[in-house]
Each structure stands twice: as C-alpha cells, then as structure tokens.
C-alpha cells in the first residue's frame, strides 16, 4: 500500500467514511467502462489538478491542456488502479509524470528580466517575442468548487504557493526537483509518498529537496526568501489598485509616481523589456498615457492572489474599450514594487472580463 501523502502533521484522513465509499463505488464503476462515473470521479479533481500542471510549468494554457491529458491517460489505464492509493494520488502520479514529460519538450518559462538587462523608457519598444513566457492563473479559478467544505478534497490555495515570486522562482529548478518541492513543501506530501509518486527513494526525495531549496533561496528576492511566510491579500492592497487605475484613466503621472517604490520594475510580455527604477518606470508611462494612445479605463481582477489591473484602452476614433494588458502588481506596504503588464488580449477571457465595452 501507498504511503500517506500528507505529513504526519497535517491530519489529513483523505475525507470521511462516507465519502470514500461513494469514491470505492465510483471507481469501481468507471474500471467497468461506466464513462459517467469516470467523469464524476475524475471532475472533482479538476481544479487542483490545472493548479499544480500550472506550478510544474507556468503556463494556464499548458495546464489546461496536461489535465486533459492526465484523464486520458487515467481512462486509457483505468483498469490498473487497484485501490493501492487515493484516486486522488493515482492521478496526481498520472499529472506529474505528464507535467514532466512536457517539461522534457519545451523551455521554461521567463519573465523579460532573464533575458538581459533593463531598457530605455524611452526608446521604441520592441516587437513581441514567442519566447515560452510566464502567465498568470486568475484568482477565479483558484476558488474551491465547494466553498462551505462540502466536498472532501477540496483544496485552499495559498497566496505563497502561487504567487508570480514563487512561480519565477521555481521555473529555475529542474524538472524533477520542482516536482518534489511541490510534493513536498506545497502540496505538503510525506517523503515516503512522494518517492511512490516518482518511483525513487525517500533518500533521493530529500536530497532533491534540500538542492531545490539552495537554488530557492538564490532566486527569490531578498524579502521573499523564507517563501513560506507571506501576508494574505489586504484591503490596502485593493485600494492601491484602485489608486493606480485612475491615475490610469486621468492619465496622472504624478498620482501614479505616487504610489510607486524607488527600486521598482515594470516588465511587459510577449515585449522582451523591462525598466528598472522610479524614473525610468515614470518616463514610461509619460508615453503611455499620452493622448494619441487614447482614454484608459482598468477592471479590478486578481491572478496569483495578487491585485490585477485589467486595462482597457479606447483608441482616438474608436467607440470602444478594448482589451490593452493585464498588470499585476507585486505589492510590499503602501508602495507598488513591481508591475507585469501582460500585454496579451487573448487572456481576458480566462478571467471573465468583457472582449470590449463602451
């Protein structure tokens, strides 16, 4: 038998009694081909499932892809699970292993800053790359599908486990080793059942670990470096969201100078730039917010558990507002740190906001 996934502190017991015999009978009838049943064993799993194919790559459209993946790997096999394991850890084993095989075929993700140096604010901005870039996973699909805790399994995602800090960090580990830190430190599995999941040793388990926490500690900021303790979203922060969104429909450079760090950084994927500091971050939005550009509105979102700015722009002699970037805001007290303008219309959708408006 499979050992316990959780650590002993974590007083995990996979769900109630009940609620293990409706999954035995479910399982049972999805081995006999029942599609039905395979849909409702495996749909309750969803979620968490795309949350970690997202922390082992980076991407939300890549996430999509390897849960569906995973279920047709898990229909394809169905007849080998046993009941040695949780369905649940059978198909966090399926994800994985697919999740890894992915990561054996493309590059990792990136953010601008880990292709060179900072710009000029006021140079031309370059055209967009398709270098394999970071993405954001919006907050709306981060939500248990069972909020009052009716469901067993479900799962609360914390804000140090997703946030954009971590996920650039861990993109520099390797592949094996990003999968045990996830094992391990965020989905908080024992060694012993992390070693089943990747068929090794619990020795080989924690080396891993204790080399993935080294390469952690030296790719997070400074103020991130203990990742495991992190403030949760705050009224303030939604505020400053909403301070920095109208700065953006006044085209107020001095209220948004306001609200921004010395040290901070603007970066804006697919373009492979970023600018570094007060002034050069101010001079670029000089341009942003002149008037050939047109008349900026913002939608208040959330990605990563972090405060999004949906901006939308509505050019000179358009009638409406059309989808512009989605900018993320790495917050640190009253003062803005970092912002990731994804400039990538076709996300939008992902988070539920409107293609246009007026």
């Known amino acids: 038998m499979m050992p316990s996934e959780r650590k002993p502190s974590a007083g995990s017991d996979g769900g109630s009694a009940q609620g293990r015999a409706g999954e035995a009978d479910l399982v049972a009838a999805a081995r006999a081909g029942d599609e039905a049943a395979f849909a409702a064993l495996t749909e309750q799993y969803r979620r968490q499932l795309q949350v970690h194919c997202y922390r082992m790559l980076g991407s939300l459209e890549d996430a999509e892809d390897l849960v569906q993946e995973t279920f047709i790997r898990a229909w394809r096999n169905r007849a080998s699970f046993h009941g040695e394991s949780l369905y649940r850890t059978w198909l966090y084993q399926i994800a994985t292993n697919a999740s890894l095989d992915a990561l054996r075929r493309r590059r990792r993700r990136v953010l601008p800053p880990d292709l060179g140096p900072a710009g000029d604010p ?156 007060h002034e050069a971050v101010v001079a670029f939005h000089e341009g942003v917010f002149a008037p050939e550009v047109g008349h900026i509105r913002g939608i208040a979102t959330a990605a990563n558990r972090q405060p999004v700015a949906a901006l939308y722009v509505r050019a000179p002699g358009d009638a409406e507002y059309r989808p512009l970037a989605l900018d993320l805001l790495t917050i640190d007290g009253d003062a803005i740190t970092q912002i990731t303008s994804f400039v990538t219309p076709d996300l939008f959708a992902a988070f539920g906001l409107p293609a246009s408006f007026r």
């Open 122 to 277: 006021r140079a031309e901005l370059p055209d967009a790359t398709d270098a394999p870039w970071l993405q954001p996973y919006p907050d709306r699909l981060l939500e248990p599908a069972s909020p009052d805790g009716s469901e067993p399994e479900a799962m609360v995602v914390e804000r140090e486990t997703i946030e954009l800090a971590f996920l650039v960090a861990i993109q520099a580990l390797p592949p094996r080793q990003r999968a045990v830190l996830i094992l391990r430190d965020v989905l908080d599995w024992s060694a012993a059942a992390s070693a089943w999941l990747l068929e090794t040793s619990v020795q080989a388990i924690n080396s891993s670990l204790q080399r993935a926490h080294v390469t952690m500690r030296m790719q997070l900021p400074p103020e991130r470096r203990d990742w495991g303790q992190v403030s949760v979203a705050t009224g303030d922060e939604q505020l400053l969201l909403q301070r920095y969104m109208e700065a953006h429909e006044r085209a107020d450079i001095g209220g948004l100078a306001r609200l921004l760090r010395d040290d901070v950084r603007l970066s804006m994927p697919p373009m492979p730039v970023w600018f570094e500091g």
